[in-house]
């Protein structure tokens, strides 16, 4: 069973920045393909960004193109999502999650391709 847990969360103007994270622990593997997601009240549970277990590969939604940088340092087990030129649409809780795929390279952006999931952080975005 892997376990992660996300943090970095809080209210933030818009057209600032945050930083989340998300610790991995637990699971079989060293390291997984990973990736965020969010949800705003009312809607959908949404693709952010994802990376593959090398960190090599990255896929960002069109809505976050250019603006949010997803990474990861797997000596410390941590995907990073750094959020810049933040929106007010971009209020949501924001969930880190995990696959045991064992691609190297590959990045996925479907919420079925992934079994792992953190709690959740809120980001507020104001103006």
């Known amino acids: 069973q892997v376990q992660l847990v996300e943090s970095g969360g809080g209210l933030v103007q818009a057209g600032g920045s945050l930083r989340l994270s998300c610790a991995a622990s637990?699971?079989?593997?060293?390291?997984?393909?990973m990736g965020w997601f969010r949800q705003a009240p009312g809607k959908e549970r949404e693709f952010v960004a994802a990376?593959?277990?090398?960190?090599?590969?990255?896929r960002t939604a069109d809505s976050v193109k250019g603006r949010f940088i997803i990474s990861r340092d797997n000596a410390k087990k941590t995907v990073y999502l750094q959020m810049n030129s933040l929106k007010l649409e971009d209020t949501a809780v924001y969930y880190c999650?995990?696959?045991?795929?064992?691609?190297?390279?590959?990045?996925?952006?479907?919420?079925?391709?992934?079994?792992?999931w953190g709690q959740g952080t809120q980001v507020t975005v104001s103006s």
């Open positions: 999650a995990a696959t045991a795929r064992s691609e190297t390279y590959v990045a996925f952006a479907r919420n079925s391709e992934y079994n792992y």
């Open positions: 990376i593959s277990r090398s960190g090599g590969g990255t």
């Open positions: 637990g699971g079989t593997f060293t390291t997984y393909p």
